[in-house]
C-alpha cells in the first residue's frame, strides 16, 4: 500500500499551474504513463467516450490560442498540452453502431448480453437521465472524460509533473480549429477540455479549500 502522507503530498502538490518552466520536458515514459491513468479510468457502461490528442507542434498550439483565452501562457510553456475529446451523441446513444461494435469487439460481450445491456441503456439515456437531446448526451459522455482528467492530475502529482486543467476556450471556435487545423472529425467528436503538463515556473499561493464539515453530511 502506498504510504497515506505520500497520497496527501501529492494531492497538497497539485495545483492548477499557470506558468511552466519551458525548458523542462517530461519523459516520455513519465507522459505515457500519466495517460496509462486515463485509459484505465472507469466510465458509464465501460463505453470510454474519449479521445486525446497531444499537441507538441508549435504552429497547433499558436492556432489553440485563437480559442483558448485560459490557455495562452501555458500553451506558450508547458511541456505536453493535451486535449481531451468526446464521443457526440450519435456514437454515445444506446442503438448507435458505436456502441454496438464496442460491446462486440472491445467488451467481448455476447449478443445476447449486449443486446440486454443495449435495453439497459435505453432505459438509463431515455428513462432515468433524460438524455434526451444531442447536448445532454455530450454531457453526459463528457463527465466521464472528466474522471480521467482527474486522474491524469492526480498522477502526474504523484510524479512530481505540474499540470493545469482548463476550460477556458470557446467551444465553438476551438471545435472549428480542431476540425480545419487538426483534421478532427466534428462530426464524431467535441472538445471537452484541455490540459497542460509541465514543471512549474514559480511557487503556488497557499491552497484554499472549505472545511470537511462544510462539505460532508453523515445521516447515521
Ligand atoms: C474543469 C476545470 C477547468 C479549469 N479551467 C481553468 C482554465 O481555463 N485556466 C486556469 O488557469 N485554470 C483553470 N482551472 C483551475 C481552477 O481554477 C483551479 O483548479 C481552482 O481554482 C482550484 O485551485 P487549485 O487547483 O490550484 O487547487 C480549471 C479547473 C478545472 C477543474
Given at each position: 500500500m502506498i504510504d497515506k502522507k505520500e497520497i496527501l503530498k501529492a494531492y497538497q502538490f497539485r495545483h492548477a499551474c499557470k506558468l511552466f518552466d519551458p525548458e523542462k520536458i517530461i519523459?516520455?515514459?513519465?507522459?505515457?504513463?500519466?495517460?496509462?491513468?486515463?485509459?484505465?479510468?472507469?466510465?458509464?457502461?465501460?463505453?470510454?467516450?474519449?479521445?486525446?490528442?497531444?499537441?507538441?507542434?508549435?504552429?497547433?498550439?499558436?492556432?489553440?490560442?485563437?480559442g483558448a483565452w485560459g490557455a495562452t501562457l501555458k500553451l506558450e510553456t508547458a511541456s505536453h498540452f493535451v486535449v481531451c475529446?468526446?464521443?457526440?451523441?450519435?456514437?454515445m446513444k444506446y442503438d448507435s453502431p458505436y456502441v454496438a461494435d464496442f460491446?462486440?469487439?472491445?467488451?467481448?460481450?455476447?449478443?445476447?448480453?449486449?443486446?440486454?445491456?443495449?435495453?439497459?441503456m435505453e432505459n438509463f439515456q431515455t428513462r432515468d437521465f433524460d438524455l434526451?437531446?444531442?447536448?445532454?448526451?455530450?454531457?453526459?459522455?463528457?463527465?466521464?472524460?472528466?474522471?480521467?482528467?482527474?486522474n491524469m492530475l492526480t498522477t502526474a502529482a504523484m510524479?512530481?509533473?505540474?499540470?493545469?486543467?482548463?476550460?477556458?476556450?470557446?467551444?465553438e471556435t476551438t471545435d472549428k480549429i480542431l476540425k480545419n487545423d487538426f483534421g478532427v472529425d466534428t462530426d464524431k467528436y467535441g472538445i471537452s477540455y484541455m490540459i497542460?503538463?509541465?514543471?512549474?515556473?514559480?511557487?503556488?499561493?497557499?491552497?484554499?479549500?472549505?472545511?470537511?464539515?462544510?462539505?460532508?453530511?453523515?445521516k447515521k
Open positions: 519523459s516520455d515514459e513519465d507522459f505515457s504513463f500519466i495517460i496509462e491513468t486515463a485509459r484505465l479510468s472507469p466510465s458509464s457502461l465501460g463505453l470510454e467516450p474519449w479521445h486525446f490528442i497531444e499537441v507538441q507542434n508549435k504552429e497547433l498550439r499558436s492556432k489553440l490560442k485563437e475529446l468526446t464521443l457526440k451523441s450519435s456514437y460491446m462486440k469487439n472491445v467488451q467481448h460481450h455476447p449478443e445476447e448480453v449486449a443486446q440486454a445491456r443495449r435495453k439497459m434526451t437531446d444531442e447536448r445532454k448526451i455530450f454531457d453526459w459522455a463528457s463527465k466521464q472524460c472528466y474522471i480521467a482528467l482527474g510524479l512530481g509533473i505540474d499540470s493545469c486543467p482548463i476550460e477556458g476556450f470557446n467551444r497542460a503538463f509541465g514543471y512549474r515556473a514559480n511557487n503556488p499561493g497557499p491552497k484554499t479549500r472549505r472545511p470537511i464539515e462544510k462539505i460532508l453530511t453523515w
